[in-house]
């Protein structure tokens, strides 16, 4: 299977769209996004994390549904959330009204017993946990290296679960008293407004969903994701999501053999298979929101851009030149996206260089997620620099090679050339040239 996507990938991306019609260019993108997104489902990634989001699911949907409901229930609204379980389960057919109802009692029981001190922190570490889970896979997505620090997690987490389901139920209610609305209801009767607006309401809840699928690709990932971005991979999970929902509950109700196979354990399987879909689901359009920012990457996937060494030397001393420069401005927020975007690079390729300069003290990361030098920049020469990504690399010989003669002075006199004129300039210095040349150019 891996050959014949990697034939396919070799056709789609051999063909040159420059010049061609926007239509067939169109479809040749549509295939390339096709194609990427299918070799990233077999590499098998993407189906273990969201066989593992069903798991977390499972632990933490009961604590997490509490807790919103429990904040919810403040504006005596929760009722209105209600209804969304039972549509989410829609796709199982009446077994997903009895699972609804379950899990509604669940946190009915949960709500009106006293919770203790640990219950109530057991209950908000479960909440929590699952959007950790959530974050640590968009984050794989997005290639991001590092996840937000403990603080901004907690913080962040909590607005999304203490605000995030006020905002939904008011959203949800919002539509429901539009629809009740005189005027609204006056429209209906006058056709073509009657038809137009009954229609509305049917899509109504999937642009919901789009929304907050928009909403989970702007924001879960450790990165700074365009709206056009995650717009995008938002409207394609909305629409797979609705399309699977419906293909699921045809299959449901034409399989018979299904419950004569699993018996009472029928409800538990499909509703299993339908968590995984959806997650899947969410995955895919994570996967395509990030190609949509990145379309340079579609053809290399989830492999790592290999760099040439004196590009790799290129890069870092180019790092270590903007975040010297933003140090000095007092710029706190110089993060790894600010410095790709600056270099014009995918910050994936900028990785693994950054990850040496880390290792080697030379650069390291605030509060804020911004990187600054690791230590003052007058003490940080140019060679110490380039010695932190040539460490790196080697295949782990049990002994080093053998060189010929000629070969070791040539690669010597090399390096000391190299030396002699990296060795004695510190960064503050190299800083400084640029200062004085746009002084001589003034």
């Known amino acids: 299977m891996k050959t014949l996507t990697d034939t396919i990938g070799q056709v789609l991306w051999r063909r040159d769209l420059s010049g061609r019609p926007w239509p067939e260019r169109l479809a040749w993108t549509m295939a390339r996004y096709l194609h990427a997104v299918l070799r990233d489902l077999l590499v098998g990634q993407l189906t273990l994390r969201a066989m593992s989001l069903v798991y977390t699911t499972l632990l933490s949907a009961v604590p997490l549904l509490a807790l919103s409901f429990s904040v919810i229930k403040v504006f005596g609204v929760h009722n209105r959330l209600q209804p969304q379980l039972y549509r989410l389960m829609e796709p199982l057919g009446p077994r997903g009204v009895e699972i609804t109802d379950w899990v509604v009692r669940a946190i009915d029981n949960l709500e009106g017993g006293v919770l203790g001190t640990v219950s109530l922190v057991f209950l908000v570490y479960t909440a929590i946990a699952m959007v950790e889970k959530v974050e640590s896979t968009f984050n794989y997505i997005w290639r991001v290296a590092r996840p937000r620090n403990l603080a901004r997690r907690v913080s962040e987490y909590l607005s999304v679960l203490l605000i995030g389901p006020v905002v939904m139920t008011f959203a949800l209610g919002l539509i429901a008293s539009i629809g009740a609305n005189s005027v609204v209801q006056t429209l209906k009767a006058i056709e073509p407004f009657g038809a137009a607006i009954v229609s509305l309401g049917q899509v109504l809840p999937y642009i919901l969903i789009i929304a907050v699928f928009t909403f989970l690709y702007k924001f879960m990932p450790n990165s700074a994701v365009r709206s056009g971005a995650a717009l995008t ?77 004196e590009l790799r030397e290129r890069i870092a001393l180019n790092i270590m030149y903007l975040v010297g420069m933003a140090f000095r401005r007092g710029d706190i927020h110089c993060s790894i996206d600010r410095v790709s975007g600056a270099m014009g690079m995918p910050s994936l390729a900028l990785a693994p260089v950054l990850a040496a300069l880390e290792t080697a003290g030379l650069v390291s990361a605030n509060d804020q997620a911004g990187l600054m030098p690791g230590r003052e920049m007058t003490r940080i020469t140019l060679a110490e620099i380039l010695a932190a990504v040539r460490a790196g690399g080697d295949t782990g010989a049990l002994q080093g090679p053998v060189w010929a003669g000629p070969v070791d002075r040539v690669a010597k006199e090399v390096q000391a050339a190299i030396e002699q004129r990296t060795a004695t300039m510190s960064l503050s210095a190299f800083l400084d040239q640029d200062v004085v040349a746009d002084r001589q150019g003034d």
């Open 233 to 309: 991979g938002g409207v394609v999970a909305g629409m797979l999501w609705a399309f699977a929902g419906s293909v699921f509950a045809s299959v449901l109700a034409m399989s018979s053999s299904r419950q004569a196979i699993y018996s009472t354990f029928a409800v538990a399987i499909s509703a299993l298979i339908w968590l995984y879909v959806s997650w899947l689901i969410l995955l895919i359009g994570a996967q395509i929101a990030f190609y949509a920012q990145h379309p340079v990457l579609l053809r290399l996937g989830q492999q790592e851009p290999r760099l040439a060494n």
